[in-house]
């Protein structure tokens, strides 16, 4: 009898359903990694929200080193930075040299000002600061001479924007200009500048002018230098119409001060909560009343007063006392990232200028209102998962 045919197995049926099955099973792991991937990477930088640029001012130079830099918003809605650069901080070759934002780039830097006193003589310049003269000129105010305990103060002026600019002047005698961070203008037309000196321990005193930085009236020092030393203020508004100054100093924390009467007189100086690895700050009032500081939240090793520049840090407070964390400009274990200037512009960003290494300035934007803020608690930066701050190896920076 003939054969009867087999049925044909439905093995390649089976076969290809289990293959479907494994592509789908395949396709739901790569969609749980990549977003496991991703979210681990996000966690990586969770402190970047609200940073909307992150540039560099310029890429080459003709000097090896900058430090310093200052920034302001000109009356034209322009901005415009400045920082001292020459072979190496103290070097008599620093000079000032100013660049300006235009069409969204940085111009190349021009060479604005320099220290040379004579055919054998030539000091380095230092600490150049901004300010514009609300209706008036452009102020830039820096420092000349061997050392900070020894600077002197000198300003020039700029009609057009910082195109270009008058004659050196020098200060009066024992008038140093603000000596890192920008003066502030009192509604009463009142020019205050806030500074400080260093001959004879650290000191910090404020400058008023009612004419424009033509003359000027000294305010302080409103400490010995003895027990707590600070420099280089910064001047922040409070709503109830006082004054408060944050500081520099080598007491392992930010000093701060306050005045009750538009800066004529100023409380002893007291530790904040928050640490100072005894390098530059500085700090805004927002449009909405909140202040902004921009340092590095660094607590200086065992009982040294000075600590690595990295990372760099930007914290928010309503009341100038309990700071809430909010974002990290740079947190790169080589060091150094610091002495920055912030200012708030007229459509409510906020602009940074710091030292990136002494090779280069760096320019971040910040959008304020899209900080997402952790609160700062005994002085400790707040930890997020995943994130690690870095851990800082070799010697601490030593210079200014």
Request: glycine share 8%.
């Amino acid at each position: 009898m003939p054969q009867r045919p087999r049925k044909q197995p439905m093995q390649p049926l089976k076969k290809q359903h289990n293959k479907s099955k494994t592509m789908h099973r395949r396709t739901i792991i790569l969609l749980i990694t990549c977003f496991i991937t991703a979210n681990c990477f996000a966690q990586t930088k969770p402190w970047r929200k609200g940073i909307l640029t992150d540039e560099f001012i310029y890429e080459k130079a003709p000097y090896p080193e900058c430090h310093a830099a200052t920034i302001v918003e000109t009356s034209k809605k322009g901005l415009i930075a400045a920082w001292f650069g020459g072979t190496k901080e103290r070097n008599p070759d620093v000079c000032i040299w100013v660049s300006r934002l235009v069409n969204n780039k940085w111009t190349e830097a021009v060479n604005v000002a320099n220290g040379i006193q004579n055919d054998t003589l030539r000091y380095p310049c230092w600490n150049p600061v901004l300010f514009q003269v609300p209706g008036g000129d452009l102020l830039l105010f820096y420092k000349i001479g061997p050392s900070p305990a020894k600077w002197k103060g000198f300003m020039k002026t700029s009609a057009d924007g910082g195109i270009t600019w008058s004659a050196q002047r020098a200060l009066p005698e024992g008038i140093l200009g603000p000596i890192k961070n920008k003066p502030v203008w009192l509604k009463d037309g009142t020019l205050l500048s806030p500074s400080s000196t260093e001959g004879n321990g650290w000191q910090v005193h404020f400058e008023a002018s009612k004419d424009q930085g033509k003359s000027w009236t000294l305010i302080g020092p409103i400490n010995d230098g003895k027990e707590l030393n600070a420099i280089q203020p910064s001047i922040l508004f409070h709503q109830d119409g006082s004054l408060q100054a944050l500081c520099r100093s080598q007491n392992r924390a930010i000093l701060t001060t306050w005045s009750k009467d538009k800066g004529k007189t100023w409380s002893p100086l007291e530790k904040t909560s928050l640490p100072n690895n005894n390098s530059g700050t500085d700090a805004v009032t927002l449009k909405d009343g909140r202040q902004l500081l921009v340092y590095n939240h660094v607590l200086p090793p065992g009982t040294s007063t000075k600590g690595a520049r990295t990372p760099l840090n930007v914290s928010v407070s309503k009341d100038g006392i309990n700071w809430y964390a909010a974002a990290i400009l740079e947190d790169s274990p080589i060091s150094q990232y610091s002495y920055p200037a912030v200012i708030q512009t007229s459509d409510g960003l906020v602009h940074v200028v710091y030292t990136w290494r002494r090779q280069r300035i760096k320019h971040v934007v910040i959008d304020p209102q899209k900080l997402d803020m952790k609160e700062i608690k005994n002085g400790e930066w707040p930890k997020v998962a995943g994130y690690t701050l870095p851990e800082i190896k070799g010697e601490v920076d030593v210079l200014k």
